[in-house]
């Protein structure tokens, strides 16, 4: 089938569904039912007269009322079918019940609002003149959004009996019982519309001159706004509660326009009531679309969390492995080194140069597979209150031999009084010394200028490490914390690794920004949280 793709196959279900669905017309066609709304053909006459008389102002008027009414529906009703489709989602991720159960609220009052815009474009034939009604099912449309929003909350907001399960998840177990109920009453309001004969008195005779029911909804909506809503927003504090509590400023002015404004169908304030309307149903959804954005961030940054907790396990691995196979031989090679030291002759210098070579790269591999095992398992911290503008002073007294080697030219914007920070000086200043070597050698000999600032805040500080060397291509910023990466070919991978843990270990945070050709910023924070326990 090519439907069943090795990466994006369609279940058979649902292919099966709509290739019935696109035959079923078909189907109903040949069993004698028509769809369509010529019962006979209109002579050319008729057609033109019927087009004039639509073209007299009057007439004009109310047919673009009733074309704009249309569409301001038309988008409401969408938009709430898009926030249960979207809630849905959301509830398949965060297994919150209270969202859905809203998001279906909004859902049935849609449903509500299809049968208003049917029977206000005469699509559904009553047995009240449609104008009559359209003010009335209103009415009922806004009670109706208001009291099921509400019954939605109450079912959530309900105290859960001792010795039970949390409410959300009770409402995960029951949510076919709450859906059923709102569709229950959804279709009981719809079949009493339907069959209602007397609405004169709250329809619209022209002048309506009985208000007093829009008054109904209008306090529904105010207990919602101040009672329910803050309630559920304690309860469930996402971006979605809060935006449902948004909607309710223009879920109360539509009140207020359409009781206090509207004396027509279709004039300016019923139009203004219905856009209104439409952003009662948009900012719930516009809240909800930016939950599920940021459930989608939390679960990547999650797994972006996982991954790296693989890898710094792994890492720790191959080097407890490395420290057990290539400290015992590299301990025999040093004790070797430093018997033939003491039997070499003062006049054989070309062999006391050669035990130098293997004394000295011993400790390299020696200090190789330290630095590891500190990425892998930083060691307990021993902090202390320091200046950061003197440590890093210091840090770059250590790192001058380099600078001078490569004709740098230093640039310090370092203040002298500052708060002192809790660190464990010789750890940090690894980490500083790491990022300043790194950003020495990515400059080139006699061009590089190296910037060094610190800004000071009230109970935090940012550090800045810059460089005018060749920058960073956005791929390799991504890596460039991780062990072993490395954009050198004579690097190991491992300085702004053990840089970043020391770093995370003293509660900091450490960013990077760089363009190619353009130079390289690191930027230190420290104070965001506390540091590691030592």
């Known amino acids: 089938m090519i439907f069943s793709g090795n990466h994006y196959r369609i279940p058979d279900f649902y292919v099966g569904l709509v290739s019935a669905l696109c035959v079923l017309p078909l189907f109903l066609n040949l069993l004698g039912i028509d769809f369509g709304n010529v019962v006979e053909q209109l002579s050319p006459v008729k057609v033109v007269e019927m087009t004039q008389i639509e073209e007299q102002p009057g007439y004009r008027d109310l047919l673009t009322g009733r074309y704009v009414h249309t569409i301001l529906v038309s988008v409401s009703v969408s938009i709430a079918i898009l926030t249960l489709v979207l809630a849905m989602i959301d509830y398949n991720i965060r297994r919150e019940a209270g ?20 029977v206000a474009t005469r699509v559904i034939a009553t047995t009240v003149n449609s104008f009559y009604l359209t003010s009335y099912t209103w009415f009922f449309c806004r009670l109706f959004l ?82 329910l809503l803050p309630r559920y927003c304690e309860r469930l504090p996402t971006v979605f509660s809060k935006s449902l509590l948004l909607s309710m400023i223009p879920a109360v002015a539509a009140q207020l326009y359409m009781t206090f404004g509207s004396l027509e169908l279709f004039d300016n304030n019923f139009n203004v009531s219905h856009f209104l309307i439409a952003g009662v149903y948009f900012i719930p959804f516009v809240g909800l679309s930016l939950n599920y954005l940021e459930a989608h961030r939390k679960e990547k940054l999650a797994t972006d969390a996982l991954i790296k907790a693989e890898k710094f396990a792994m890492t720790g691995r191959i080097a407890r492995t490395l420290a057990h196979e290539v400290r015992n031989p590299l301990t025999n090679i040093n004790l070797s080194a430093e018997q033939l030291r003491s039997n070499v002759l003062p006049a054989e210098e070309t062999g006391k140069k050669y035990i130098e070579i293997i004394e000295r790269n011993s400790k390299r591999i020696n200090d190789l597979v330290s630095e590891m095992l500190n990425i892998s398992r930083p060691s307990e911290l021993k902090l202390a209150p320091h200046n950061i503008s003197a440590l890093l002073n210091e840090t770059l007294a250590v790192a001058q031999d380099r600078i001078q080697l490569k004709d740098i030219k230093v640039e310090k914007k370092l203040p002298e009084q500052m708060k002192p920070m809790m660190l464990d000086v010789e750890k940090f200043q690894t980490a500083l010394l790491n990022i300043i070597i790194n950003a020495i050698e990515a400059m080139e000999e006699k061009k590089g200028l190296l910037r060094i600032s610190v800004s000071a805040k009230e109970n935090a500080c940012d550090i800045i490490v810059e460089d005018n060397g060749k920058g960073l291509e956005p791929f390799q910023i991504i890596h460039i914390f991780e062990p072993f990466y490395t954009t050198k070919s004579t690097g190991t991978g491992l300085g702004l690794s053990a840089a970043k843990s020391i770093i995370d270990s003293h509660g900091g945070i450490i960013n990077v920004e760089s363009l190619p050709g353009k130079g390289t910023r690191f930027i230190i924070t420290l104070g965001v949280s506390e540091p590691a326990a030592s």
């Open 146 to 227: 208001a009291s099921i929003i509400s019954l939605g909350i109450i079912f959530y907001l309900s105290p859960t009996p001792k010795g039970k399960v949390p409410s959300q998840k009770r409402f995960g177990n029951f949510l076919g019982y709450v859906s059923l109920t709102f569709f229950a009453v959804t279709i009981l309001t719809i079949a009493f519309l339907l069959l209602s004969t007397n609405v004169s008195h709250t329809a619209y005779p022209y002048r309506n001159n009985s208000r007093q029911f829009e008054m109904i909804p209008l306090a529904v909506y105010l207990f919602l706004t101040f009672y």
């Open 99 to 118: 969202t859905l159960i809203v998001a279906m609220a909004f859902f049935c009052a849609a449903l509500l609002e299809v049968f208003h815009l049917l």
